[in-house]
């Protein structure tokens, strides 16, 4: 009885050490605009003309929102167009921000659109980048422990289910500016990013560090 006891308290033991995750379906728009406008873009961005507006994911990119809430957040990626507040990239699509996934401050997962699906969330790379958002992200509202455990388990979802070579951070996204899966066509194109930040994605890649993804591009100096 002694064994078959401290059998079953191993058991206990194991499964509550065992982090398990929910993924939560909350789909944003993805009508015929929106579909028409991921087409356009995907062959005016990057000279790619296809049927769907399916990717091969090769990368996952990490961002933060900067606003501060989960219904704002949705609120903002749901629309098929650009709303007023970002003219600043107007004229270069009128396709809506958006990203495969997006985390809460409690660290709760939600999908809001296919992650074969091109979402626009990164310059030069959505033709295969999976992007995950995450909820905050200003220096009033942090990033949470419960949301970089969520990014933990995420990436080795995603590691998992499809062969992924690249783990970046949005802030790194213009070091594979000469790799051969950059295809923005607009040498001018190019925003600056701080998301989420070098401490984030410090403790994110430690923790995966097993997954041995591939060395980030180190871009040569500019002449």
């Known amino acids: 009885m002694r064994i078959i006891s401290s059998y079953f308290l191993l058991m206990i033991l194991f499964v509550s050490c065992t982090t398990t995750k929910t993924i939560i379906e909350h789909p944003i728009t993805f009508n015929d605009e929106r579909k028409i406008l991921t087409l356009e873009y995907l062959e005016n961005r990057y000279g790619l003309e296809q049927d769907s507006p399916q990717i091969v994911p090769k ?13 704002k957040s949705i609120e903002a990626f749901n629309p098929a167009t650009l709303p007023n507040w970002r003219p600043d990239i107007k004229d270069v699509s009128g396709l809506n921000v958006s990203a495969q996934f997006l985390v809460d401050r409690d660290g709760t997962i939600y999908r809001l ?10 310059i030069g790379l959505n033709h295969c980048a999976i992007g995950v958002e995450n909820v905050g992200g200003t220096d009033d509202l942090p990033l949470t ?3 970089l455990k969520s990014n933990i388990w995420l990436v080795r979802y995603l590691k998992d289910k499809y062969d992924i070579d690249y783990l970046i951070g949005h802030y790194e996204y213009t070091l594979f ?5 950059w295809l923005e066509k607009d040498a ?36």
């Open 59 to 71: 990368m996952i990119v990490l961002h933060w929102t900067v606003i501060p809430t989960f219904e």
């Open 113 to 122: 659109l296919p992650e074969t699906t091109m979402a626009r969330h990164v």
């Open 145 to 147: 422990k419960a949301q």
């Open 177 to 181: 500016e000469n790799h051969p899966l």
């Open 188 to 223: 001018g194109y190019r925003t600056k990013k701080t998301d989420p930040g070098p401490e984030f994605m410090f403790e994110v890649r430690k923790s995966v560090k097993d997954l041995d993804f591939k060395e980030l591009p180190k871009n040569p100096p500019e002449n």
